[in-house]
């Protein structure tokens, strides 16, 4: 689409019809079609054109869905051949009509119908440029032999190290269960959970047993050249997903129908389990002396996709910890409890959180290694859970002082000690005002994870990094980057996709969109 083209259609549907020209003198005015009585405008001409197209229920998701696909085969076209314009005038067709779909928005004035013409033709533009690199000119091989240090980092897939990758399985296992139990306590359709999972799963069998790298080994078996067993890792995932699926089915025939407290009960005693969780999968990793004999696999060697969630939910599960503890040290009147709580809050917040990570690597080991021999990926999990919970404390903060202070009368009333006022009643109220802010917060510590790679720690961006220096993807680095960009792109989607569903069980959003009243 040219920007010529946008000019011409903007002049004759737009500029034209509004022309005081037009309203003296009538040249069409002998012409018996009523919709052809003046010069039509974008919205008249769209009218005409697909007004007796008939709708369905997913029509705008499916006229999307053909204008880009109508796009790739323009692309992927000889430019010289038929095809080529056929598909380039469907493309065309199909976003003229998602403008008839939303006319009524778009072109109802004309400086609106200005800014969506030229709205339509950057879309279009940046849609054309994004399916020419991805599907045309890219190659995205490096991704796809590399998938596996991506996700798990290069000391899983070592030919010689990669042995310990079983320490990953049982934490799949772990969040397979949540993912299944907390989906089947929301009472859904059984069929909104079970499509989308075996998507999911069908994408993790194709990952990988698809051209799994497999050499003959001398007792005439496979063996993968990645450090683990592909069929033994194929049944271990087929295991994992059917313990989510299996834990969705139970859970959902027993919560479907159940009373609204006991459905809050249990999802508060799976919160529980998870932070459990997410302690165990740090002792399988990593055991204690005390525990095991073995070493395990040091925090420093971890890596990959797997290393960013590690440090995001640890910093998201202590740091909670810490912005409740300074939200409430905050508002105390006790100078024993709000002067240090100002402190370390006005302290993390004066400075940028890559400053303090370097303050992790350079100063903190002299502070806490008199008293605890942590490496720098321990380090990295302290420094950003201070960082978050900091600013948790402030947004909580926000959210406390909105309570009404006759609450806290009335809980004392009735009997109620200080602490159960605060964890009962002032903070849930508070987490319920103010979790739009805090998913945010959520969501902005996951992609803060990245910033570890000015340490030397293998995280996804780190690998990403590093993958183009091998001898057979040099210089293929717009495509690692840009693959670790859009994992992170859809892991923050589908979190706020979850804000979202909690938002409105908890009666703070409209069906339709927009607040609730």
């Not at 204008?67 to 430019?79: G, P, R, S, V």
Request: glycine share 8%; proline share 4%; aromatic share 16%.
């Amino acid at each position: 689409m040219s920007f010529n083209l946008i000019l011409m259609l903007i002049f004759l549907f737009v500029v034209l019809p509004n022309l005081e020209f037009w309203k003296r003198i009538d040249p069409l005015r002998r012409i018996d079609f009523k919709p052809l009585k003046k010069w039509p405008d974008i919205k008249t001409l769209l009218d005409l054109v697909f007004g007796r197209v008939p709708r369905f229920k997913y029509t705008v998701q499916t006229s999307l869905a053909l204008a880009i696909f109508f796009i790739y085969l323009t692309l992927k076209m000889d430019q010289d051949s038929l095809g080529y314009e056929g598909m380039y005038v469907l493309s065309l067709v199909m976003f003229a009509y998602l403008g008839h779909l939303f006319s009524d928005e778009l072109f109802d004035t004309t400086w609106n119908s200005i800014i969506s013409f030229f709205s339509f033709f950057f879309i279009f533009s940046l849609i054309s440029g994004i399916i020419n690199f991805i599907f045309v000119e890219a190659d995205w091989t490096i991704i796809w032999r590399n998938r596996r240090m991506l996700l798990v980092g290069p000391y899983f897939v070592n030919p010689i190290t990669g042995s310990e990758i079983w320490r990953l399985w049982p934490p799949f296992y772990l969040i397979m269960l949540i993912l299944g139990s907390a989906y089947g306590s929301l009472g859904e359709k059984r069929s909104k959970f079970l499509v989308p999972y075996a998507i999911f799963g069908l994408i993790c069998v194709t990952l990988l047993v698809y051209e799994a790298d497999y050499e003959s080994v001398s007792e005439g078996g496979l063996t993968s050249n990645r450090g683990y067993d592909p069929m033994k890792s194929l049944v271990l995932l087929l295991g994992g997903l059917g313990v989510g699926c299996a834990s969705f089915l139970a859970v959902h025939s027993r919560f479907h129908d159940a009373e609204e407290y006991k459905v809050r009960y249990f999802q508060n005693l799976l919160v529980s389990f998870t932070v459990f969780s997410f302690i165990i999968t740090i002792m399988i990793l990593d055991p204690p002396d005390v525990i095991a004999e073995d070493d395990g696999v040091k925090p420093s060697a971890w890596g990959g996709l797997v290393l960013n969630l590690i440090f995001a939910s640890a910093a998201i599960v202590v740091g909670f910890g810490i912005g409740i503890c300074l939200a409430f040290g905050r508002r105390s009147k006790l100078p024993v409890f709000y002067l240090p709580s100002i402190a370390v809050i006005e302290t993390i917040r004066s400075g940028p959180l890559v400053a303090w990570l370097f303050f992790a690597q350079i100063l903190l080991p002299d502070v806490v290694n008199p008293v605890w021999e942590a490496d720098i990926a321990s380090r990295v999990i302290l420094v950003l859970s201070l960082f978050f919970g900091c600013y948790l404390a402030e947004v909580l903060r926000g959210g406390l002082q909105a309570v009404p202070y006759g609450q806290y009368e009335a809980a004392t009333a009735l009997g109620l000690s200080h602490t159960q006022i605060k964890l009962q009643i002032q903070l849930p109220q508070a987490i319920r005002t103010t979790l739009p802010a805090i998913v945010s917060m959520m969501i902005g510590m996951l992609k803060d994870t990245s910033l570890v790679y000015f340490f030397g720690i293998y995280d996804a961006f780190r690998v990403a990094k590093d993958l183009p220096a091998q001898w057979d993807f040099i210089g293929q680095h717009e495509q690692a980057l840009l693959f670790v960009g859009m994992t992170f792109w859809i892991l923050s989607f589908y979190l706020s996709k979850v804000s979202r569903r909690i938002e409105k069980n908890l009666g703070l959003a409209r069906e339709g969109g927009g607040e609730a009243t």
